[in-house]
């Protein structure tokens, strides 16, 4: 097991953009799988479950695939959480069609929260991060990880990161010129640890929870910084490698499925 196997920040504090090299997808599928492979190891021996976020998009639903073919003849033991502010939300109806997809169907948690519980959370929230804007997004994260640990869970798998990595937001997408483009994914992974690192372990330390972040292990990173910023996104599609290889194992509808997170899991959809 990697000692690194924690230490996110050994990862996002590499260059989000290095040297250009030759790369496969086959290279990408192989650390993926080697740093999804050693954060489920790590969750099953501390809790005796792989703990995982699911929101039922492209990120989450392609660890959750891994994990399962790791987990092999364990599967039983993956738990799944997914929070919407109804049942007819995106992320509870693409969460369902993963799970359904993969077979694990029987331990995933839905949590469909009222406007009394979210304003609970913001509360306790602003306690935790006074000097912080707090949002219905920062709400959802943490009422699943409530859950999580009202389920004697210590350990949990989440996947932030790849979007900064391989270009998930239309921020990444926008820019016309390399040069721009390159500044973008730049900028915004600058933003990562203060805007969302930082955030999701003080929510996870107030519940006494480690998170387990595999698409920013170091080898993850220093592989994807060499892929050239033109092959990882452009205007029509985001994250083109992880979506090349997602199709070996998801349905389409998750891997068109378009962006989404948990920042938006208690958005009301019109």
């Given at each position: 097991m990697p000692k690194s196997v924690y230490n996110w920040l050994d990862g996002a504090l590499l260059p989000?953009?290095?040297e250009?090299?030759?790369?496969?997808?086959?290279?990408?599928?192989?650390?993926?799988?080697?740093?999804?492979?050693?954060?489920?190891?790590?969750?099953l021996g501390k809790n005796g479950a792989i703990v995982t976020t699911l929101s039922g998009g492209l990120d989450s639903s392609f660890c959750l695939s891994r994990i399962k073919e790791w987990a092999g003849n364990a599967s039983l033991f993956i738990q799944t959480f997914t929070i919407?502010?109804?049942?007819s939300h995106p992320d509870i109806v693409y969460a369902r069609l993963a799970v359904k997809a993969l077979g694990?169907?029987?331990?995933?948690?839905?949590?469909?929260?009222?406007?009394?519980?979210?304003?609970?959370?913001?509360?306790?929230?602003?306690?935790i991060r006074p000097s912080e804007k707090i949002t219905r997004g920062d709400a959802a994260v943490f009422l699943v990880l409530k859950r999580i640990a009202e389920r004697n869970f210590t350990h949990f798998i989440a996947h932030d990161g790849i979007d900064e990595l391989l270009g998930g937001?239309?921020?990444?997408?926008?820019?016309?010129?390399?040069?721009?483009?390159?500044?973008?994914?730049?900028?915004l992974w600058a933003e990562l640890i203060p805007k969302h690192l930082i955030p999701l372990e003080k929510s996870a330390r107030h519940f006494g929870l480690q998170v387990l972040l595999p698409y920013l292990q170091k080898?993850?990173?220093?592989?994807?910084?060499?892929?050239?910023?033109?092959?990882?996104?452009?205007?029509?599609?985001?994250?083109?490698?992880?979506?090349?290889?997602?199709?070996?194992?998801?349905?389409?509808?998750?891997?068109?499925?378009?962006?989404?997170?948990?920042?938006?899991?208690?958005?009301?959809?019109?």
């Open positions: 989000v953009i290095a250009e090299m030759t790369w496969y997808p086959q290279g990408l599928r192989n650390v993926l799988m080697e740093a999804i492979s050693n954060c489920s190891e790590e969750c919407g502010e109804s049942g694990l169907e029987d331990n995933h948690t839905e949590i469909i929260p009222n406007e009394k519980e979210i304003t609970w959370a913001m509360r306790e929230l602003a306690k937001y239309w921020a990444h997408r926008e820019p016309r010129t390399k040069k721009n483009r390159k500044f973008a994914f730049q900028r080898e993850v990173v220093e592989f994807i910084s060499h892929i050239p910023v033109g092959m990882r996104t452009n205007r029509r599609m985001s994250k083109i490698p992880l979506r090349t290889i997602a199709r070996k194992y998801l349905p389409k509808e998750i891997i068109q499925r378009p962006k989404k997170g948990f920042c938006d899991a208690l958005n009301k959809v019109s």
